[in-house]
């Protein structure tokens, strides 16, 4: 993958907070199906009913966020138009309240990857209606360790060695994005 294509691919994952990749459902209808539960921001503390792990509603400690369902692609270079990141609103999700146990899951991929069966267990509470309905939410781990690995690529680039007629001789490649 060239350096440019790096980059948009970095690019799926841009949010106010932190982009949640989500897995393809196989067999739904939905076309596009959204790949990205987009978390833009997290505010105030409130308290307000949530379901524990029986099930049962309970007052708990939680945190406001608004969040939205997206598609997201990269559009090629092609019919003279540059390379670009497309996005797909499916759902304006709104305002959700997330309990405050679960705010510091959300804060990069690397806590996501070590939280993903929390994750799993959060994201199908949420329920659809209209084209979206009967869809859940499934946290893709594999989607933020390939993230991950992006930036440190971008950030940490591979040493080039270029051969001359007399000697090799080693060139760093330049840092595309300031640390």
Same mark, same amino acid.
């Given at each position: 993958m060239e350096?440019?294509e ?27 199906q ?9 505010f105030?503390?409130i ?23 997206? &598609?997201?692609?990269? /559009?090629?270079?092609?019919? @003279?138009?540059?390379?670009? *990141?497309?996005?797909? =609103?499916?759902? +304006? $999700? ?6 405050e146990?679960?705010?510091g ?11 993903a ?9 949420f329920n ?18 390939? &993230?991950?690995?992006? /930036?440190?690529?971008?950030? @940490?680039?591979?040493?080039? *060695?270029?051969?001359? =007629?007399e000697? +090799? $001789? ?5 840092n595309?994005?300031?640390?």
């Open positions: 350096q440019t790096k980059l948009f691919q970095v690019q799926l994952f841009n949010a106010g907070k932190i982009a949640v990749p989500l897995k393809q459902q196989d067999g739904s209808k939905i076309n596009p959204p790949n990205f539960l987009v978390i833009e921001n997290i105030d503390y308290t307000t009913m949530f379901p524990n792990a029986q099930g049962e509603l309970e007052e708990t400690e939680c945190q406001n966020s608004y969040m939205k369902l997206v &598609y997201r692609e990269i /559009l090629p270079n092609e019919n @003279n138009k540059s390379m670009e *990141v497309r996005e797909v =609103l499916c759902d +304006n $999700v709104g305002n959700i309240s997330i309990p146990d679960f705010v899951i959300f804060k990069n991929h690397q806590r996501m990857i070590d939280n069966q929390v994750i799993n267990t959060f994201l199908p509470m659809f209606r209209g084209y979206l309905k009967g869809f859940k939410l499934e946290y893709d781990p594999t989607k933020s360790t390939e &993230y991950i690995n992006l /930036l440190e690529e971008i950030k @940490n680039p591979k040493v080039i *060695v270029v051969n001359t =007629l000697e +090799n $001789v080693e060139q760093e490649v330049p595309l994005i300031e640390n």
